[in-house]
T-cell receptor
Framework: QQPVQSPQAVILREGEDAVINCSSSKALYSVHWYRQKHGEAPVFLMILLKGGEQKGHDKISASFNEKKQQSSLYLTASQLSYSGTYFCGTEMDSSYKLIFGSGTRLLVRP | DTGVSQNPRHKITKRGQNVTFRCDPISEHNRLYWYRQTLGQGPEFLTYFQNEAQLEKSRLLSDRFSAERPKGSFSTLEIQRTEQGDSAMYLC????????????FGPGTRLTVT
């Protein structure tokens, strides 16, 4: 039931765009996105709920395709500070329990 | 700074010993979660509380693990008879009342079992 993230890793130059995908084989109630830098705690980026409600940072955008049980995180005009590992956490049936994917490692180079 | 604090930040223990970790959530957050994270993996759900009630516990959590949240404030996670496989980062998170209920993570407690 662990969601699958793709790609596993991506390297960008500063200013380039990236898309990180998260897919589940189970019907989802919500998808959460977090970024974790090495040695630090995961930091909340975005939550997308079934039905279209979203909450997150202004500079982060994401989508949630309820029919396909897929979510995508869009990183535009990447900055060096975007480097880190991005995790999606999926929730089924408003259970409050998140199942996290194995992460996408993003490196932004000057 | 997310506001969730965890103590200790690091713990080294010998196999077979008991350890206890503490988590102080953001004030007025009524939900509190415990996760375990190993290198290169995402956080793995262990258990969560709504106020003082423990509402779900992962089947992956053996009987050696127990968590409490007396009075619905701070929480403790105890591991009895530690094993080398218990070595990991133990993360605590809390989320506010109402929704959407994003989770705010603490810095974690890194456990090393020798």
């Amino acid at each position: 039931q662990q969601p699958v993230q793709s790609p596993q890793a991506v390297i960008l130059r500063e200013g380039e765009d990236a898309v990180i995908n998260c897919s589940s084989s189970k019907a989802l109630y919500s998808v959460h996105w977090y970024r974790q830098k090495h040695g630090e705690a995961p930091v909340f980026l975005m939550i997308l709920l079934k039905g279209g409600e979203q909450k997150g940072h202004d500079k982060i955008s994401a989508s949630f395709n309820e029919k396909k049980q897929q979510s995508s995180l869009y990183l535009t005009a990447s900055q060096l500070s975007y480097s880190g590992t991005y995790f999606c956490g999926t929730e089924m049936d408003s259970s409050y329990k998140l199942i996290f994917g194995s992460g996408t490692r993003l490196l932004v180079r000057p | 700074d997310t506001g969730v604090s965890q103590n200790p930040r690091h713990k080294i223990t010998k196999r077979g010993q008991n350890v206890t970790f503490r988590c102080d959530p953001i004030s007025e957050h009524n939900r509190l979660y415990w996760y375990r994270q190993t290198l290169g993996q995402g956080p793995e759900f262990l258990t969560y509380f709504q106020n003082e009630a423990q509402l779900e516990k992962s089947r992956l959590l053996s009987d050696r693990f127990s968590a409490e949240r007396p009075k619905g404030s701070f929480s403790t996670l105890e591991i009895q008879r530690t094993e080398q496989g218990d070595s990991a980062m133990y993360l605590c998170a809390s989320s506010p009342k109402g929704g959407p209920y994003e989770q705010y993570f603490g810095p974690g407690t890194r456990l090393t079992v020798t």
